[in-house]
């Protein structure tokens, strides 16, 4: 069974653009979170999609916002990039929607911004 | 408010000896925690976890101790071998809540 796929791995934008971030979950799994990791900062959440709608949301600006498709793929965008969004991304996909369900990461993409 | 603190930013261990992260949290709600692994340029695998019916669950070289009244939890590594090295992250959810609380991370090296 192939893993969580997150494209692409590297991006590097300038302050004031745009830049949208792919996951392809595992193969059944229908819940998705993303999450931002920056050093000496672990894993914040930033949201959770299942069944296509936006379950649960982190404490970030509304800058950062995703989406999830019919086939459980997902896509985050972050607007009017700022310095401080430098940071690796991640996304991670579960079975069901329950803490106790171990989340199956990607490998992220790590954002620079300029 | 850090919900979940592993205070030991890195923790640098003998081969062959036992490896003890720490993790304290705050939330007397949580009743499942976690434990993930995470080398350089990969996303967190998981490794253990514990409900807190439990006070300890063991899976080969790896255990995980629960003390609910101290709120704390450790995660024992016996023996400690070079490929443990990486970032150890504990995580912690409560009943009925989706999302998981992460601590910082802490820097495991493992020493020839």
């Known amino acids: 069974k192939a893993g969580v796929t997150q494209t692409p791995r590297y991006l590097i934008k300038t302050r004031g653009q745009q830049v949208t971030l792919s996951c392809s979950p595992i193969s059944g799994h229908r819940s998705v979170s993303w999450y931002q990791q920056t050093p000496g900062q672990g894993l914040q959440f930033l949201f959770e999609?299942?069944?296509?709608?936006?379950?649960n949301k982190g404490n970030f600006p509304g800058r950062f916002s995703g989406r999830q498709f019919s086939n459980s793929r997902s896509e985050m965008n972050v607007s009017t990039l700022e310095l401080g969004d430098s940071a690796l991304y991640l996304c991670?996909?579960?079975?069901?929607?329950?803490?106790?369900?171990?989340?199956?990461f990607g490998n992220g993409t790590r954002l620079t911004v300029t | 408010d850090q919900q979940v603190k592993q205070n030991s930013p890195s923790l640098s261990v003998q081969e062959g000896r036992i490896s003890i992260l720490n993790c304290d949290y705050t939330n007397s709600m949580f009743d499942y925690f976690l434990w993930y692994k995470k080398y350089p340029a990969e996303g967190p695998t998981f490794l253990i976890s514990?409900?807190?019916i439990k006070d300890k669950n063991e899976d080969g070289r790896f255990t995980v101790f629960l003390n609910k009244s101290a709120k704390h939890l450790s995660l024992h590594i016996v023996p400690s071998q070079p490929g443990d090295s990486a970032v150890y992250f504990c995580?912690?959810?409560?009943?009925?809540?989706?999302?998981?609380?992460w601590g910082a991370g802490t820097k495991l090296i493992i020493k020839p």
């Open positions: 514990i409900s807190s």
């Open positions: 995580a912690a959810s409560a009943l009925g809540n989706y999302q998981l609380i």
């Open positions: 999609y299942f069944s296509e709608t936006q379950r």
């Open positions: 991670a996909s579960s079975l069901v929607r329950r803490g106790q369900s171990p989340l199956h």
